[in-house]
């Protein structure tokens, strides 16, 4: 079984976090499951954190 590590508050990770647990999700996972959930969690975390970087960008 997989346990992702979800935010304990309001804040979001930035988009170099949320991308670094992508990153470690798909090296850490086993028996070749995958964990669509915490892979589908993570990946709407960087899209949300990639949009706001955009929009604060001068």
């Known amino acids: ?3 992702s590590v979800i935010p304990a508050g309001p804040a979001r990770p930035s988009a170099a ?8 999700l798909v090296e850490t996972r086993v028996d ?5 959930d915490a892979y589908e969690f993570l990946l709407a975390e960087w899209a949300a954190a990639s949009r ?7």
Do not use: F, K, Q, T
């Open 32 to 36: 070749g499951e995958w964990p669509s």
């Open 52 to 58: 706001a970087e955009v929009s604060a960008a001068p």
């Open 17 to 24: 976090e949320a991308n670094e647990a992508i990153r470690l």
């Open 1 to 3: 079984m997989h346990e």
